[in-house]
């Protein structure tokens, strides 16, 4: 059977793929701070799908966690996830710079070391993926973190080049609104986003895998994200940066 890991694996849009890799016989290796909470989801998904389901506690926005998750990805796995992020409880300078500096770690030095040690055994293989989740914040300006993945964006094509078409694939995933955890542990106030503003969950996923098949670089889902993403570049940038920053940025 293929292996997947993914990091986040306990919650939001990380949960969403482990349920639905499993559910397509993916074995997985589940990657989260959580020890109570990653056995938990373990032993859900072996019951539902019958695949074996490897648990590694790690908090990636350590050198420990970080040293322990990319021992794993070197051991060779099918899928890679890199999905573990979150935001912040405010607006730059509002928020301690050591916190700015863990963001950067779980965004961008997480992503560059676990895809650094799954992609040699892929490429040896000639096959296999890696998701990098963005979002579709990384092409406006918004802090901290729409730079952090903006990087991700980025990088991700910076890699798919460089590999050069030889079988694997590496793209950066970039969701809008998807109704998770993520707001509500960062603290943001999200009452005003529009209804049609959300994504189903299930919708990102279905995409992002589907465009990886497809060796798509960056996968934008809906229709509308792709509208705005497009419009983004079309407005002037001080104007769509300035709607961008507002959009889901007041906290509790």
């Known amino acids: 059977m293929p292996t997947a890991l993914i990091t986040g694996a306990t919650a939001g849009l990380g949960a969403g793929f482990a349920r639905r890799l499993a559910s397509d016989g ?137 590999l050069g078409g030889r079988g694997v694939y590496v793209m950066a995933l970039c969701p809008g609104f998807v109704r998770t955890e993520f707001h509500e542990r960062a603290g943001m106030n999200v009452s005003g986003i529009p209804g049609f503003m959300w994504l189903d969950q299930d919708l990102v996923i279905d995409t992002a895998l589907r465009d990886l098949r497809r060796g798509v670089q960056v996968s934008v889902p809906g229709a509308r994200y792709k509208a705005i993403v497009g419009l983004g570049g079309l407005v002037p940038r001080a104007l769509a940066d300035r709607l961008s920053s507002r959009a889901g940025r007041r906290f509790d």
């Open 26 to 162: 993916f074995d997985l290796v589940l990657i989260a701070r959580d020890i109570e909470r990653l056995d938990r989801t373990a032993a859900d998904l072996r019951g539902r799908y019958g695949v074996a389901v490897e648990t590694l506690p790690a908090d990636l926005a350590t050198d420990e966690g970080l040293a322990a998750a990319e021992d794993r990805a070197g051991k060779g796995v099918d899928l890679l996830v890199n999905n573990a992020g979150f935001g912040q409880r405010g607006v730059y300078l509002n928020v301690p710079v050591a916190d700015e500096v863990r963001m950067l770690r779980v965004h961008c030095e997480a992503v560059l070391r676990l895809t650094s040690a799954a992609l040699p055994g892929m490429l040896e293989r000639g096959r296999g993926g890696v998701i990098n989740v963005a979002s579709v914040a990384a092409f406006f300006s918004r802090g901290t973190y729409g730079a952090s993945k903006a990087w991700v964006v980025s990088f991700s094509q910076a890699v798919m080049r460089d």
